[in-house]
Structures are given as structure tokens and as C-alpha cells.
């Protein structure tokens, strides 16, 4: 059935990942987050300090919109029944499915660092550490628009739904602000997001200065991984082939 | 031999019972047709029968396997052609049929090739290279028939083959459909329009609040409602008083007026035509038609469920005959 997940992969690159829309959301969107925190106040900002939450957030937004989209637009049009329909299990249908969204916010992620790499020196960076990173965020946002995806039936209410985990994440997660600098009540609820592990793989990768051991980060990020992607097929079977 | 067998299937929404406990097999290489009201369980059956539900109690045997427990190996083959024509808008006939053969595993030159011999059969050769929403109601639909039998399938699962669409377009599905099954695959149809289950289907089953009422040949239950013979006469003249006289002069029979100049005689015998015409001609009457009255497969469907004629589903839109 490789076949299959292949075709299922490259059709939904054709259909909706290069569509000029798209293209311009996956280009235009990291860049006006590079804009907004890089050039604003010229040299006043570390854009060294800032680089991994940026990516973080490129990665974040641009899987959990598509995915959340595409899936509940194919559900919405019963073309995913099509696919529900062929002899190919739910699992390997759910990761052909979700591919083309972990490719999309890989790309996504090194979009800032190419911004990046014309206004400072990006030397001593762990490339393969911030690979890995960036994947892993990659893996669990998509899943988190995959859950999302499943839970609603709506385009409108996805983009709703994804908001309010996606939004809080941006303060929560250290991305900007870091951990030990908010308040201590909202510290526990940090801990609880995937994002808070991804970032700070990413700032361990990039500027040396993660503060949770990469260890138990990935260890966090797979289990997460693993869980959203289980509970939403597990919630597919109970919803979708009714 | 059967290539479906179904036992006593059930399903359930909540405290709903949509399917009360079902049975009824078809036959390798029939058309079979699976008729009902709105909400009598049809859809629920077939999703049952494909995989798109799981059963609450029951058994389903397609070619041999567990429909229930190997859905995915009894998915290889089957072809399912949905009430909605629901290929991808953005990719083109041609792409679309490609992509659902992929899913059943055809390697990329057979698949290429059985897609532009499906586009060349089904008259779409021409707009192959078109994207799936510039076609046309009765084109989408032929594509999607195409996309479900690209792979071969055994037992091809047709839900409204023809609702919507226009009248050339449907009688062409309809000829695709008889050919297919010439060739071998089994139809499981699932159709309002009663008159087209009539001409395609050699057996019929109907579902009624999620029950099976009847399953035979079209043959038989058209000859198991006819208990009596009619005939119908069509005059010159106007039929006044006319019922009354034939009453007096035929008793036994019965006789209902259905127009002006038109009027129906109904009786348990044989009915013999000429002692009629000679009382015609005694009466100056000219007889312009008379006709042996069938029942339709409607009226046995209504007898069967009986249920008024106004609750047999989209009947109104009058399309696909």
C-alpha cells in the first residue's frame, strides 16, 4: 500500500500545498513574523534570541491551518469518504494524510532562517539538533490540527478551535517570554503544551540555552505525537465510520 | 452461489433502530436493487455492507470473507459509486481516475491505461485533461462510476446511479450498467426511480422502517400482486352511463371510469375481449385502444409496503426516466 500513501501524499501537495494561495500564506506568514519581531526595532533585538521562536510559531500556524482546513473541507465535499472507502488502514491513511502538513511546516520553519542568515551570523548552530526540532514541532502541531480537524465539522469552527490552543501557546509556550518570567499559576499549564518542549529544543539547538533536559523534551514530544495521532484515529473510527 | 450474504443485520444510533435485524443474499453476476422510502434504512445498509459503519448485530459474507471483521481485504473487491459524484474538484478526469486506482494498488502504467479506456468508454475522452468541477452533472456522474470500477471490482455498489441528471445521460449509465453486469460484475442498486430498477434489475428488495419486506424477481412480484385481470378500453365517445351498463351486462366484473373516454374493467377470470367489442359495436361505441393493464412495480411496492404513494422518496423531481 505504499502506493497508496504516496498518491495520497503528492495528490494533496498538488491540491492544496502549492496552490498559489497557499504558497503565499506559507511564505508571506513566516515572513511577517520575521518583520514584526527582526526589523521592528533595528538592532535593538537579539534576532538570535528570538529565531527559535519564531520558527516555533511559523511551524505552529502553518500545519495546524492546513491540516485543520483541508481534512474538514474533504469531509465537508465526502471526498475523505473516498479514502475511508479503499483498502488501505486508517492509520497509514491518517499519515499520508498528515505528511504533506509536516513537510509544509518544515519549510515553513526555514523560511526566518533564511531571513535571518542575511541580517546575522548563524554560525554554531547544531543544524541536525534544530532539524530534529523543528520536525518534532512539526509532527505535533500537525497532529493538534489532525485532533482539531476530527473534533469539528466546520472550516469556520476549526480555524475557532485552533485559535484557542494556538494563540494561548504563543505566551505560554516561551517562545518570547521566557518560562521563568511568568507568573508562577500559569508555570503548570506551560509544562501541559508540546510547543513549551519544541521551543526549547529549538533554543538549546540554535543559541545553547534550553532550560529543560532535550531528553525529556523528546521524550515529551513523542509521546504527544503518538497520543493526538491515536486519539484522533481512535476518534475518526468512532465518528466518521459511524 | 452468493456473493453477499446478510443475517439478521442490525444497527443502531442511540435508542434508534435504523436496521431491525435484516437478511437477504444476492447472487453472483445479478443486478440486485434495494428500493425504500426516505429513511427506511437504505444508505445505513449500504455503508453497513462498504465499511462506512459498523453493524451493532449481525453478520455480512462478501465473496467469501467477514464483511465485518476483514472490511479492509473485502474493500479490494468492491467498487462504490456514492450518491454524490465526490471526486476532487481541483484535478482532472483523468487525474482523479488515476488517483483511485493508486488506492487500490494498480501500478502507474495500468492504472494510466485503464483510466483513458474508462475516459474513451464512458464518452469523456475528449474533457479527460479538464478539472472535475467544469464537468457537467452527468458527466461528474459518469466519472464517478468510472472511479469505482477502475479497479475491477467483483460487486459494484451503486446509491441514485441517475437522480439528478439528465434524461440522455442517464439512459447512457443505464446501458453502462447492463454492460457491466454483462461482463460479469455483480450490481448492488439502490435507486427512487422504480421504473429503472423495473428495467435493469432481476431482483428487487424492499426495506421499510428499516426492514426487509420483500426480496424476489421483478417477474414474480409483479405476477404475486396481479390477482386480477384488467383491461382498458379507450372509446370515441364519452363514457356516461356506460359504467352501469356493462355492470348490468358483465356481472362479476368490475368497472371504473379513469377519464372522459376512457374506462377500466377488472376481473378475477381471464377476460375474453370479443364478447366486449360486440357490445361496443351494439352500442355505437368505437374502441380506438384496448390494452392488457401490468402492474407497475410501484403499485407492487405500495401494496407490499403500504404506505401512500406521496411518502415514495424524490418520486416529484421526475428525473432519470
Known amino acids: 500500500m505504499r502506493r497508496a500513501f504516496w498518491n495520497i501524499l503528492l495528490k494533496d501537495i498538488k491540491t492544496y500545498y502549492l496552490k498559489p494561495p497557499n504558497i503565499s500564506w506559507g511564505i508571506i506568514f513566516p515572513v511577517s513574523w520575521t518583520l514584526m519581531f527582526f526589523i521592528r526595532s533595528g538592532g535593538a533585538v537579539d534576532i538570535r534570541g528570538i529565531l527559535p521562536g519564531v520558527m516555533a510559531l511559523s511551524v505552529l500556524f502553518g500545519t495546524t491551518s492546513m491540516l485543520a482546513v483541508t481534512m474538514t473541507f474533504e469531509r465537508r465535499k465526502r471526498s475523505f469518504e473516498r479514502l475511508l472507502l479503499a483498502p488501505i488502514s486508517l492509520n497509514l491513511l491518517m499519515l499520508a494524510k498528515t505528511t504533506g502538513a509536516i513537510i509544509f511546516g518544515v519549510f515553513n520553519a526555514f523560511l526566518p532562517v533564511l531571513f535571518a542568515a542575511f541580517l546575522i551570523d548563524l554560525s554554531g548552530i547544531n543544524w541536525l539538533s534544530a532539524f530534529i526540532s523543528v520536525l518534532l514541532i512539526a509532527v505535533t502541531s500537525t497532529f493538534l490540527g489532525l485532533f482539531v480537524a476530527v473534533s469539528v465539522s466546520e472550516v469556520f469552527e476549526a480555524q475557532t478551535f485552533s485559535n484557542f490552543f ?59 505525537g503518538a497520543g493526538l495521532f491515536l486519539f484522533s484515529t481512535y476518534n475518526i473510527q468512532r465518528k466518521w465510520i459511524y | 452461489m452468493s456473493i453477499i450474504e446478510v443475517t439478521d443485520l442490525r444497527k443502531h ?127 461528474k456522474r459518469k466519472l ?86 384488467t383491461v382498458e378500453f379507450t372509446m370515441d365517445k364519452g363514457t356516461a ?11 362479476g366484473i368490475t368497472v371504473k371510469e379513469i377519464s372522459a373516454h376512457k374506462i377500466r374493467i377488472a376481473s378475477p377470470e381471464e377476460i375474453e375481449l370479443m364478447p366486449f367489442m360486440q357490445f361496443f359495436a351494439a352500442n355505437n361505441i368505437r374502441i380506438r385502444e384496448a390494452k392488457i393493464v401490468r402492474p407497475t412495480l410501484e403499485e407492487v411496492f405500495l401494496k407490499i409496503a403500504g404506505i401512500k404513494i406521496n411518502r415514495l422518496e424524490k418520486k416529484a423531481e421526475g428525473g432519470g426516466k
Open chain 2, 144 to 229: 464517478t462510476i468510472a472511479a469505482g470500477i477502475i479497479h475491477n471490482p467483483k460487486i459494484l455498489f451503486l446509491d441514485e446511479p441517475t437522480t439528478g441528471i439528465d434524461v440522455e445521460s442517464a439512459g447512457q449509465i443505464r446501458e453502462l450498467i447492463k454492460e457491466l453486469n454483462r461482463k460479469g460484475t455483480t450490481v448492488f442498486l439502490t435507486t427512487h426511480y422504480l421504473e429503472e430498477a423495473e428495467r435493469l434489475c432481476h431482483r428487487i428488495g424492499f426495506i421499510v422502517n428499516g426492514k426487509v419486506v420483500a426480496v424476489d424477481t421483478v417477474d414474480r412480484l409483479l405476477r404475486e400482486t396481479r390477482q386480477e385481470n
Open chain 2, 241 to 251: 352511463g356506460l359504467e352501469d351498463a356493462l355492470q348490468k351486462r358483465f356481472p
Open chain 1, 166 to 224: 494556538r494563540f494561548p501557546m504563543i505566551f505560554l509556550c516561551g517562545l518570547f517570554i521566557p518560562l521563568e518570567n511568568l507568573p508562577a499559576f500559569l508555570r503548570p499549564l506551560s509544562y501541559l503544551l508540546p510547543l513549551t518542549y519544541g521551543a526549547d529544543m529549538l533554543k538549546f539547538s540554535i543559541n545553547q540555552a534550553g532550560s529543560i533536559p532535550v531528553w525529556l523534551s523528546l521524550l515529551v514530544l513523542v509521546a504527544y
Open chain 2, 13 to 139: 444510533y442511540g435508542d434508534v433502530e435504523a436496521v431491525k435485524g435484516i437478511s437477504f443474499s444476492v447472487a453472483g453476476g445479478e443486478i440486485f436493487g434495494f428500493l425504500g422510502p426516505n429513511g427506511a434504512g437504505k444508505t445505513t445498509t449500504i455503508n453497513m455492507l462498504t465499511g462506512l459503519a459498523r453493524p451493532t448485530a449481525g453478520k455480512i459474507s462478501i465473496c467469501g470473507q467477514d464483511g465485518i471483521k476483514n472490511i479492509k481485504k473485502v474493500q479490494r473487491f468492491i467498487g462504490i459509486v456514492p450518491d454524490e459524484s465526490n471526486l476532487y474538484d481541483e484535478l482532472s478526469g483523468f487525474e482523479n481516475l488515476v488517483f483511485c486506482a493508486s488506492l487500490y494498488g494498480m501500478g502507474k502504467k495500468e492504472r494510466e491505461a485503464k483510466a483513458r479506456e474508462l475516459l474513451a468508454r464512458f464518452g469523456l475522452a475528449d474533457t479527460g485533461e479538464r478539472p472535475f468541477k467544469a464537468y457537467s452533472k452527468g458527466m
